[in-house]
Structures are given as C-alpha cells and as structure tokens.
C-alpha cells in the first residue's frame, strides 16, 4: 500500500518556536508539495519540489522554508512559529509523467501554534 | 489566474442523488479530478477524467466533463451517511508530468438521516 506519511497527526507549539514538519513517501515519486488548508480558502499550496534539492515557492511561502536533502522526504520548516500559522498541514506527492494518478496526500499535521 | 469554484455546502437525504459541480478556468487542463476529504483526514483520490473525455462512470459515481463552459460535476447515487466529507474538485495545469494542480475551495457534503 503506497504511502505518504506526515511525522505528526497534531502539534502544539509556542509562539517565536522553530518548527519542522516531516513528510515521507515510499512511492519514489519525484514531486513532492505543502498545502496549508483553512476552512473556507481551500487548499493553498506553500512549496514544492520537482527534485532532491529543487524547492520552488508556491502562493504563500511567506514565513516558511523546505529541504528536499533525500528523494523521499520533504520538510516545512516554520524559522518562527507566529499564531496565524495555525492550520492544518497537507503533504502530497506525485509522480513525473503518470498525470492520471494525480497526487497521494498524507493524512495531515493540524499545527496550533499558541 | 487559474481559478477553480465550487459552491461550499450541499445537504442531500440519505438515498437522494448529489450533484456537486465546479467550474474551472484553464482550457488546456490535461485532467480533472476530484478528492474526498474526510474528517481529520487527508485528501483521497476519488475519480479523474481525462480532458477528452465527456463522461466517466465509476459505481456509484458519474463525473460529468463539458468542456465547452468548463464545467465538471460529480453525481453520487444512492448517498450514503459515508459519503459525508469535503469533496475538492483539482485541475492539472502546465505540461503533463509538471502536474501543478488547482485545486477548488472544496464543497461540504452533508447526508441527512
């Protein structure tokens, strides 16, 4: 069963905190994304990356950061947790070429940021 | 910019046909898709439509493609109490294989009792 899978279900973290959220895919795909979902704006997508070490911005990277040191793993980094970063975290991946697949996502990272 | 709608709330009785519709704006979307998203849950591939294509029919599921108004819906027969989640619909734009997706606001599926 192919998986995305995202470190934290639900994390609390304090205001000016530095935090990593982890996401893995065993699917060796070569896209990975982070989407923010708030209720009543959607799916907004934060970073992606087409490649170990390729990031790419994407609507809102404002206050965030990624690392794509390995194929399979691709990290949020918030350098300074602020209370309007709350929200609920979404990683996906897909693979180059096989469109009809669309995007795998994980289950979620609902970050409270306090 | 790319841009793709979906009215937010739909409520149906438990048997009743729904019909969840989203209108898109890149005509050179390669696919079109839609996701299930239950709660606390992430989002799951439910059913694509290839941009050729003028209908889809998977069980329970019909999607509907007319590419002429961009229009996409998705009919889902005998709704069940399960069907309850947020369905997204999603456009690939760009080359196929770049595969940026649009994806809608979402519309909040309720299933009365």
């Known amino acids: 069963d192919v998986k995305v899978t995202q470190s934290s279900r639900y994390l609390v973290k304090r205001t000016g905190e530095k935090v990593f959220l982890e996401c893995v895919q065993d699917?060796?795909?070569?896209?990975m994304f982070w989407y923010r979902q708030d209720p009543g704006l959607g799916l907004r997508l934060i970073y992606f990356?087409?490649?170990?070490?390729?990031?790419e911005k994407g609507d809102i990277p404002e206050g965030y950061s990624v690392s794509r040191e390995k194929k399979e793993r691709f990290s949020l980094i918030l350098e300074s947790a602020s209370t309007n970063q709350t929200s609920m975290y979404l990683c996906?991946?897909?693979?180059?070429?096989?469109?009809?697949?669309?995007?795998?996502f994980g289950s979620g990272t609902r970050l409270t940021v306090v | 910019g790319e841009d793709v709608e979906q009215s937010l709330f739909l409520s149906v009785r438990e048997g009743d046909s729904s019909v969840i519709n989203c209108t898109y704006t890149?005509?050179?979307?390669?696919?079109l898709y839609w996701y299930k998203q239950e709660p606390g849950a992430g989002l799951q591939l439910l059913t694509y439509?290839?941009?050729?294509?003028d209908m889809k029919q998977d069980q329970r599921l019909t999607v509907l493609l007319n590419k002429k108004d961009k229009h996409l819906s998705l009919r889902i027969a005998d709704t069940q109490t399960g069907d309850s989640a947020i369905y997204f619909c999603?456009?690939?734009?760009?080359?196929?294989?770049?595969?940026?997706?649009?994806f809608g606001p979402g519309t909040r599926l309720s299933v009365l009792p």
């Open positions: 996906a991946s897909s693979s180059t070429g096989v469109a009809n697949y669309g995007y795998t």
């Open positions: 699917m060796d795909h070569e896209n």
């Open positions: 990356s087409y490649d170990v070490k390729m990031k």
């Open positions: 890149d005509s050179s979307s390669t696919y």
């Open positions: 439509i290839f941009s050729n294509m």
């Open positions: 999603a456009e690939s734009i760009g080359p196929v294989g770049g595969q940026n997706f649009v």
